[in-house]
């Protein structure tokens, strides 16, 4: 029988590919997974099991539960300074993951363009094909940390370009975007008069400075379809639970696709969420300082091994070069799950240009990461066939190699 060619069209996603492998071998160090390592907040998953034993287990309204949507409103306005009425401007949706769809099928038609700076996280392309739209990657500069460039964006835009996806803190690179840079992207989308659908899940997960909402640059609110979640700020990937904030219009428009593909968000993790947003505050702040310190620890790493990473600023993730290897990055992704079990994820997964760069995520333990590290840096010693042939040694690789000799051969 016959499929859709546009669904055929798309391949499997090439982080899957590698969860798979990874979920059939032992002794595997995971730096592959873009989840949290922690177990949700005890007092959201008492609320949820509060929740289900007073019997709270109907559809709720399609756009979500008032409460939540109420919380979810003065969270933004406290936080960014932006103002959304509960009644219309705000659903809760089934993750980011459905906002992204909602947002694309909202405002796509027939081969209208989308700009998608890249590397970007893995659903963008096929979401906006299942759309009907065609994106239009914009790629980023290695040289530059992958950072958003309103130029860039500015000479992709054609008659057809009808939104850019932008996602900050970035999911692969960390990158975060400063106010000055999103003022800039800001009058592009204002001049060509664009829709902005700005990816903020990882807003929470700011190490550096404040994080900016797109909303709240002047004049955007209007034009941004903001989708926000509780995935990773509050380690609630499994409750599938986030929102969209918008213009009535746009998110009425979403709310209708909601209606008839999902009804509502599901009631547990709605009440869960409540309980983030009320009192989750300190547990989220907890774990932002743990993946902090371990961000730290993994970049440093890297470039003691000679794979020289930039500091990401957001997010878990790190975007090690690994082209003194030589190897492209399945390759590298491939061999060293293989001979040394730690799976990461090639760079071209997140779109061309991320070719040369594999992703780790510090999601992790300490110790996983530290083991981690000394296992990475066995295998590039052993791709180099020995320090002499790669040329100058990577600054600081003779003392943390000697350590490693020392402790695990
Ligand atoms: N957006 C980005 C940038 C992500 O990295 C992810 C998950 O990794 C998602 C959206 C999906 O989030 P959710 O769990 O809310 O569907």
């Known amino acids: 029988m016959n499929l859709s060619r546009v669904v055929e069209s798309v391949p499997p996603s090439g982080i899957r590919r590698f969860f798979d492998i990874v979920s059939q071998m032992e002794d595997v160090i995971s730096l592959g997974v873009g989840e949290p390592d922690f177990v949700t907040p005890w007092r959201i998953r008492e609320a949820a099991i509060w929740a289900i034993e007073q019997g709270y287990t109907t559809y709720t309204s399609n756009y979500g539960l008032l409460e939540l949507r109420q919380a979810i409103a003065r969270t933004l306005d406290a936080q960014y300074g932006v103002e959304y009425s509960p009644t219309n401007e705000i659903l809760v949706t089934v993750g980011v993951s459905e906002g992204l769809d909602l947002a694309l099928r909202a405002i796509l038609n027939p081969g209208d363009e989308v700009l998608i700076p890249e590397p970007c996280y893995v659903s963008y392309k096929p979401c906006t094909l299942f759309a009907g739209g065609v994106p239009v990657p914009v790629p980023g500069d290695p040289a530059d940390g992958f950072a958003i460039r309103a130029a860039a964006l500015e000479a992709a835009v054609t008659p057809r370009t009808r939104a850019i996806l932008l996602n900050f803190p970035n999911n692969p690179t960390g990158a975060t975007l400063r106010r000055e840079e999103m003022a800039r992207v800001a009058a592009v989308a204002e001049r060509h008069d664009l829709w902005m659908i700005s990816d903020e899940i990882y807003a929470r997960l700011t190490y550096e400075g404040q994080h900016v909402c797109m909303a709240a640059i002047p004049g955007m609110q209007r034009r941004t379809i903001l989708l926000n979640g509780f995935s990773k700020a509050y380690a609630m990937t499994g409750w599938r639970i ?27 993790a709605q009440m869960a969420a409540l309980e983030a947003l009320k009192n989750g505050d300190r547990d989220a702040d907890e774990m932002v300082m743990q993946y902090d310190a371990r961000r730290r620890l993994l970049v440093r790493g890297f470039n003691d091994i ?70 990475i840096e066995r295998f590039v010693r052993r791709r180099e066939g020995g320090a002499a042939c790669a040329g100058t040694p990577a600054r600081g690789a003779r003392t943390h190699s000697a350590a490693v000799e020392g402790s695990m051969q």
């Open 306 to 375: 000679g794979l020289p990473c930039h500091m990401p600023e957001g997010a878990f993730y790190a975007l090690p070069s690994i082209a003194r290897t030589g190897l492209d990055s399945e390759t590298f992704a491939e061999e060293l799950l293989r001979e040394e079990r730690v799976a990461v994820v090639p760079g071209n997964a997140f779109g061309a240009c991320g070719e040369g760069h594999v992703r780790c995520s510090y999601a992790a333990s300490t110790a996983a990461l530290e083991e981690a590290l000394r296992r």
């Open 242 to 268: 986030a929102y969209a904030a918008g213009p009535a219009e746009v998110i009425g428009a979403m709310t209708k696709i909601h209606q008839y593909t999902m009804l509502c968000a599901p009631i547990t």
